[in-house]
């Protein structure tokens, strides 16, 4: 049973990274339109107030805020697309009719029973409700899109096969799915509307909770955030704070922007002060300086023969760690063959955020350390002391040297270059599920060399491959027989390492996974 619940949150994250791939790009581009917009910076630096400029700020801003301000919509077009199996686009098409209809039946429902709210000099702010689309709904955020990207994506796998004859054929195929869902997105959207005032009233509840745990809510944040990331998990920890009002919410001129993501954003553009909700923002400030600290201490402690090995394999997986915000390359060099140490990181992940807190630091960090300076520059108006990050960062960095250095020699912990000969990834493929095979010297496929062959070989063959996706690092592949999968093979195609969840398997490629996705998918005609 806890398998199965494990496995099910696994894929749920699994089908969440999917709209959220582009969230990043968004909020990158984005500060281009914050940058030309923001007053604050305008007045202090006026060429950016020369022509053409103000308004091709004000375009980039709205157009993307609009985005971010629709994200529900996103989740359940992306998550029913990730669930599907099969022609993905029908898939994503029924989400977005469902979702129509979906909001349409919760607006007649609340107008049919005299619920619908009066706008008042504030807009809906207070009322549970909200304008979506142009329509008054009852206000779910994103969990609304979510619900009903899951329904759509299942219904779509179990029934998109069936076949009628006769007049009911005009229902086979996709079609009946469609049936099925737009049926359901009616019952929902009207019975949503007794139930969700209930829910709204847990978040709220939930909401208060964290903002009265207060510093130890922070921690166990960022606790969370990074000691999930090897199950995939951590999506579910920190996309509500993100995008649903259990990170913040702002009332700006008619709109209400919910989560932390939209409220920073909004705050900046303003020229407001910052908020509370930039902290939750700030969960991947780990990234930026502790891998630093962990690079260092596993480069000490490796063996004098290995230290060379271990310097080229560490360099690029830190530098991608720094500058894109991926860290799963490197985690798996360490999270299963020295589970203490990725505890310790954890931990320290979480105690650096209530440090950001405790010296009144509400930086942002998501995006790397480009994004991250770039961002907190936008807001020096607020936060002019937010340089002191890079303070608490060598502290960080520091602390993580040498706890893990002290850890490492104490318990001799197989730390790469520590491996005993011949066992080389050993500690990693026998560690308990998720299983994973440490692959520490390969470097991830270029875009115009993807072994293809050589992975469809180790998954055991075209025939043993029931579905091909991936998310921002990871191959993820569903096999019909396990047994079949061939490690060594996979382990020379580029690969840092093998995740191994019942028969769904992970395969870290780093930020060319796209391009290695796509050649499998072409490959096996999928």
């Not at 060429?47 to 919509?73: E, H, K, R």
């Not at 206000?139 to 619900?147: A, E, L, R």
């Not at 340089?387 to 040498?402: E, W």
Request: glycine content about 10%.
């Amino acid at each position: 049973m806890k398998t199965k619940i494990v496995d099910a949150l696994a894929k749920f994250a699994k089908s969440m990274v999917q709209p959220l791939m582009y969230v990043s790009v968004v909020g990158i581009v984005m500060l281009v339109g914050i940058v030309l917009t923001n007053q604050n910076l305008v007045q202090a630096l006026p060429f950016l107030g020369w022509g053409p400029l103000p308004f091709i700020g004000q375009i980039i801003y709205t157009c993307l805020m609009f985005v971010i301000n629709n994200l529900s919509i996103l989740f359940c077009v992306g998550i029913a697309g990730a669930i599907a199996k099969s022609s993905r686009q029908h898939a994503c098409l029924i989400a977005l009719m469902v979702y129509f209809i979906f909001l349409n039946a919760n607006n007649v429902t609340l107008s049919s029973t005299g619920r619908l709210a009066e706008m008042t000099a504030l807009g809906l702010t207070g009322t549970g409700q909200a304008t979506v689309f142009g329509i008054q709904v009852l206000d779910m955020g994103v969990f609304g899109g979510i619900i009903l990207g899951c329904l759509t994506g299942w219904i779509f796998n179990k029934y998109s096969g069936k076949q009628f004859g006769g007049f009911l054929q005009m229902f086979s195929g996709t079609r009946f799915p469609f049936l099925i869902m737009a049926l359901l997105a009616m019952i929902l959207g009207w019975g949503a509307t007794f139930v969700w005032p209930y829910v709204q009233a847990v978040i709220s509840a939930l909401t208060g909770f964290i903002a009265n745990s207060g510093n130890f809510g922070l921690f166990l944040y960022g606790v969370l955030n990074k000691l999930l990331l090897p199950f995939g998990l951590h999506h579910l920890v920190y996309t509500p704070f993100m995008f649903s009002e259990i990170g913040g919410t702002l009332q700006l001129g008619d709109q209400l922007l919910q989560g932390a993501y939209a409220v920073r954003t909004g705050e900046l553009a303003a020229g407001l002060p910052l908020s509370d909700a930039s902290y939750w923002m700030s969960f991947t400030f780990i990234n930026l300086f502790g891998y630093i600290g962990v690079a260092l201490a596993f480069y000490k402690t490796a063996f004098k023969e290995n230290k060379a090995k271990v310097r080229a394999t560490l360099i690029p997986l830190t530098f991608t760690v720094i500058v894109a915000s991926i860290t799963e390359p490197f985690d798996f060099l360490f999270c299963f063959a020295a589970p203490l140490l990725f505890v310790v990181l954890s931990v320290i992940s979480g105690l650096s955020m209530v440090a950001l807190k405790l010296l009144n630091l509400p930086v942002a960090t998501s995006g790397g350390i480009i994004s991250a300076i770039l961002g907190n520059l936008v807001g020096s108006y607020a936060v002019p002391h937010w340089y002191l990050m890079f303070v608490v960062g060598a502290v960080v960095i520091v602390v993580t040297y040498f706890s893990f250095v002290f850890l490492i020699k104490k318990f001799n912990l197989k730390t790469p270059g520590r491996e005993a000969a011949g066992d080389e990834g050993a500690d990693a493929s026998s560690a308990k599920a998720p299983a994973v095979e440490a692959k520490k010297e390969a470097a991830p496929a270029a875009e115009s060399e993807v072994p293809v062959a050589a992975i469809i070989e180790g998954l055991g063959g075209k025939e043993n491959i029931l579905s091909v996706d991936n998310c921002f690092t990871r191959l993820r592949v569903s096999l019909k027989d396990v047994s079949l999968l061939k490690d060594d093979v996979i382990n020379t195609t580029g690969c840092s390492g093998i995740v191994k969840k019942g028969n769904d398997i992970q395969i870290i490629y780093g930020m060319q996974v796209g391009a290695v996705k796509k050649a499998v998918e072409e490959t096996l005609g999928l």
